[in-house]
């Protein structure tokens, strides 16, 4: 059985050379459900189940070792500058016994000057939102109008769907439709973001003040795929999110 690494900013544990003792990365997600107590009712009423999930704190314990020539201070210190970097905002998890990944924020620091820790063991802290996402999703291709896209998973999923296209659009998601204006060449659209764009240079140049609705989920099940205006295609990233 291989050693357990994840990734984290553009490293890795292994090359980080920290080992892992312990995880519960593989924790689910626990719906927010509050039951109402009745008096003189058998059991307590529980309200229609919704997709309200909270964060998930993710602990993993093990050992920092120093690299030759290093001390245990300045290896707890590159650990540190490691998984500190964009410390505001989330950023990609994955552990290699998984074919999905997390958005996640790092959430502790190590305490450089714990003198009785003298073997580098410590726990290190993330906080990752309630769904992961598939490593390898495929982007779908849409070209013509009511194309079905499946959600296999029971929970909505947040997509980015490229719109290409020129003038008002109404894009619509089963019955619910989101109204594009004066959209030149194509608009991005990505639902986990909650953010409308296009890409300059690689650089993202908002639109949202084109975008007039909610940004677009896919309910479980069968979603169909629709539009009025002028639009050639469509490139949907499905965005399902995994347990």
Do not use: C
């Not at 410390?87 to 620091?109: G, H, I, T, W």
């Not at 986990?192 to 764009?197: G, P």
């Amino acid at each position: 059985m291989k050693d357990l690494i994840f990734y984290y900013n553009d490293s890795t544990s292994e090359e980080q050379n920290f080992i892992i003792q312990k995880s519960n990365h593989l924790d689910f997600a626990q719906n927010n459900i509050e039951s109402t107590r009745v008096p003189n009712r058998r059991g307590d009423l529980v309200p229609q189940q919704q997709d309200d999930f909270p964060n998930v704190l993710i602990k993993v314990e093990g050992t920092v070792l120093p690299f030759e020539g290093e001390t245990l201070k300045e290896a707890l210190r590159r650990v540190n500058n490691w998984l500190r970097q964009n410390p505001s905002q989330f950023n990609r998890l994955q552990f290699s016994d998984e074919d999905v990944y997390s958005n996640a924020v790092y959430k502790n620091l190590l305490d450089l000057d714990n003198k009785y820790n003298l073997l580098g063991t410590v726990t290190l802290l993330f906080e990752r939102e309630p769904f992961k996402k598939n490593i390898s999703e495929s982007v779908i291709e849409i070209t013509a109008k009511d194309k079905p896209v499946f959600n296999p998973s029971s929970v909505s999923s947040t997509p980015i769907m490229k719109i290409y296209g020129s003038g008002d659009i109404t894009l619509y998601i089963g019955d619910y439709g989101v109204n594009l204006k004066g959209i030149e060449d194509y608009i991005i659209l990505d639902s986990n973001l909650q953010d409308a764009y296009i890409l300059k240079n690689g650089i993202i140049d908002l639109k949202n003040s084109k975008m007039d609705g909610q940004f677009p989920e896919l309910a479980p099940g069968l979603n169909y795929i629709s539009w009025s205006g002028n639009v050639s295609k469509i490139e949907l990233t499905p965005g399902i999110n995994e347990f």
